[in-house]
């Protein structure tokens, strides 16, 4: 499979979530914004954003770069010193006083921008910023593991009540939609969920380490001017899971030990580059793009990726927006623009959520180019069997570190049997549709072909079959079946609560 031909589940779902976001970051009043400006001393051109959550589907702005003209290098997104004083009790002394600091102005900043092209020590006599207004003598003041809520404004999760790692399972997750080319099922992070764990976390994590062990960079790998960033991520991603599962992860009182109770392991923090305790500890896929300080544009520039189709980590790294999504059709044309003028004003309190999918024969989970698995996305095995075709949902996130600015996007493989479909109302009749009718360029760039030949068969035979037990059945009056829509549980389905549980063992 070939990077430029092919699905991609990372840079498609991360060219859907920012073009259909694009206008979310500014959807709040003026009179509202305003306010927040003024109180914050910002120049009127620096936006303020207030974002909550994103309606399920947007329009997408005709506005082109032409008629914005945007200048990227003093394009920045909101500050979030607005919450140094909350931070004042939880940090070192030295932080109340860096609490009362001006606002620092557009023109300030970009003289004094952190670099993210170059390492850059947090010691150094001459403070620098970062996009989201924090000098580096503030954040050195924080120390390790900040509030991370306070500094986002993006809360905690709750504890996981009655969590059983032997058993857990993750949320099914189904994103069919129909019309399949009207929406991107946009929607705001649950921020319980941004992790989950389940009852494959050990497995994944061996594999995942093997897989470094026989890729090395292609799957994990960091350049100069990443530092902050990747501490960060690693920092938010262990603070969350012990809020979340604290009967299966902790840290030492000092902060300099974190405890994994499901694999056994005590980790010195500071022993390890922040992705490897990532990789060794969080079975899910994280990409860092950074700010860049001559043009303002934004660059891969770190990431621990273990789950892609036709690429790899060291095949994009280092690379800009528009150059790592070349390979989509009309990309420059139609999304470069959405893309980049996202990227520059997301705020840290509104990351998003979507889920992207396809269906494959097993359960592949790394597939660099010329793997030998690819030769099965190119033919249809005429022995295949219902038995080997799963459902791949790639379950993503997107948001920004509050601290360095740099935004993640995060992703976790999860495969389903495609026989699970048998007893999920609707969801047989709703992906025959998009089998069938899906608009021939999208359903030649999700190459589901390979497996039709055995999946439609059976979805037909699972869709008669839920009309025949009245489980599917018209919802409008003089309807006699049911007109195939997006479900408004997506992306789940009815039910799917009490299927869940019952997997579980509730």
Known sequence: ?????????????????????????????????????????????RRFSGASTPPRSLSISKESPASCNPDFVTAFPPSRRCILPELADKAVDANSKISTAVEPSVEFLVRNILPTTRSYCLDNDAPKYTPTGFSTAEIKAMGD?????????????????NFDSTTALPRPYRPFRWAYHQTMSLTKMEPDWWLEVENSYVERVKQRQELFREHGVKVLDYLP?????????????????????????SLSPD????????????????????????????????????????????????GVICSSLGWNVSTKIGMQLKEIHQPIPDYKEKMSFSMDR????????????????????????????????????EIQKQDLTIDECYLRVDWQTLRRLPLSGGIVFNFKALFTPVKEFRDEPYIPALLLKILKEGKKNLMEY???WHVEHVCVPEL????????????VKPENKGEEEWQVTTLCE????PGWEEKWHRQQGF
């Not at 593991?145 to 009540?161: H, K, N, Q, R, T």
């Not at 037909?460 to 489980?471: H, K, L």
Request: aromatic share 12%; hydrophobic share 40%; charged share 20%.
């Open 255 to 302: 902060k300099k030990i974190f405890h994994n109770k499901l694999l056994g392991t005590k980790t010195e923090i500071k022993r390890f580059h922040p992705l490897h305790i990532l990789l060794n500890n969080v079975p899910e896929d994280f990409a860092i793009v950074l700010r860049n300080e001559e043009d303002g544009m934004y660059y891969f520039r770190a």
């Open 342 to 377: 996202y990227f520059s004003k997301m705020p840290t309190n509104a990351p998003i959520q979507r889920g992207s999918w396809g269906l494959e024969v097993d359960t592949p989970l790394f597939m660099p180019p010329g793997h030998p698995h690819e030769k099965l996305r």
């Open 446 to 448: 999700k190459n589901t």
């Open 490 to 493: 997506s992306p789940y389905f």
């Open 145 to 161: 593991f900040p509030a991370y809520d306070i500094l986002s404004g993006v809360p905690l999760p709750e504890p996981y009540e």
């Open 225 to 249: 001017g990443s530092e902050l960033a990747c501490k960060e991520l690693m920092e938010m991603c262990l603070q969350f899971y012990c809020a979340r599962y604290p009967t299966c992860f």
């Open 460 to 471: 037909e035979e699972y869709a008669r079959e839920q009309v025949a037990s009245g489980v």
């Open 1 to 45: 499979m070939k990077f430029s031909l092919l699905p991609n589940q990372w840079v498609l779902g991360l060219g859907a979530i920012c073009l259909v976001s694009s206008l979310a970051v500014l959807a709040f009043s003026k009179q509202h914004r305003d306010a927040v400006l003024h109180k914050l001393h910002f120049h009127k051109h």
